[in-house]
């Protein structure tokens, strides 16, 4: 595949401010690669870069949550790896007192988010700032198969900022698994159709899954195209999820 050269430096954004992107999917889809590489590429072009974690930076009660999903659902703690598999039991937890549960934490941090882009939209010392996960991930967790989970997002999604550039990194779920095994897989498949139905009503990007150095093309290229750069074609329809 041709590499073609990105001159990230002649940005023309049709607003000051700096470029929001968010990134999401299911574990294991490769979000931590994708913007490692996102925040090298841009800063080797000689932009200023900020990175914000949803879990560790805008979601509320962090500590709490996790402390009572550990001791209510007797789930496993950290991080999975190939070589150490663990399971989990928190989101993957799904009944209508979780799903009311999650509604209220969901709603505390939509507003959180609604004043911290508020707030970094007005900022001078960034030129793109990166949401590792967005709200987007968290409504997910309510599952598309309770009528009120559907109506509460729509909602939700109307309340929110968006960010300018969503991607979605879509992924097989046995293969995500592999790489992160931490849910069950049916688990997966069922947040991976929450995350597809979602991103047409937040107007996601969605990135298909490939190998990392194709992913990543693709969302160096969707970016590009917002940021006001023009390349010798249209960006095809494939890398802007329609």
Not at 207 to 215: L, N, R, S, W
Request: with cysteine.
């Amino acid at each position: 595949m041709a590499t073609t050269h990105i001159d990230w430096s002649r940005r023309a954004p049709a607003k000051p401010g700096p470029v929001l992107v968010s990134f999401s999917g299911i574990d294991g889809a490769g979000k931590s690669t994708q913007i490692e590489n996102l925040v090298v590429a841009l800063n080797e072009a000689g932009l200023r870069v900020r990175l914000i974690a949803f879990w560790d930076d805008i979601a509320s009660m962090r500590r709490l949550r996790e402390a009572l999903g550990h001791a209510v659902f007797r789930g496993e703690i950290g991080v999975g790896a190939p070589d150490k598999p663990i399971n989990r039991r928190d989101k993957n937890i799904q009944n209508p007192f979780t799903i009311a549960m999650r509604m209220v934490l969901c709603l505390i941090d939509a507003v959180g988010m609604k004043f911290t882009v508020a707030r970094i939209r007005k900022t001078l010392d960034a030129d793109v700032i990166i949401f590792d996960r967005y709200l987007y991930d968290q409504l997910v967790n309510l599952g598309i198969h309770y009528r009120a989970a559907r109506i509460y997002t729509r909602l939700v999604l109307k309340f929110i900022p968006h960010p300018d550039v969503a991607y979605l990194l879509d992924a097989d779920p046995a293969a995500a698994r592999a790489r992160k095994p931490e849910y069950p897989i049916e688990f997966l498949r069922r947040t991976r159709a929450c995350y597809l139905a979602i991103s047409k009503n937040a107007g996601m990007n969605v990135i298909h899954a490939g190998t990392p150095q194709e992913v990543g093309s693709s969302v160096r290229r969707v970016l590009a195209n917002k940021l006001g750069q023009s390349l010798n074609w249209p960006v095809p329809e494939f890398l802007t999820g329609t």
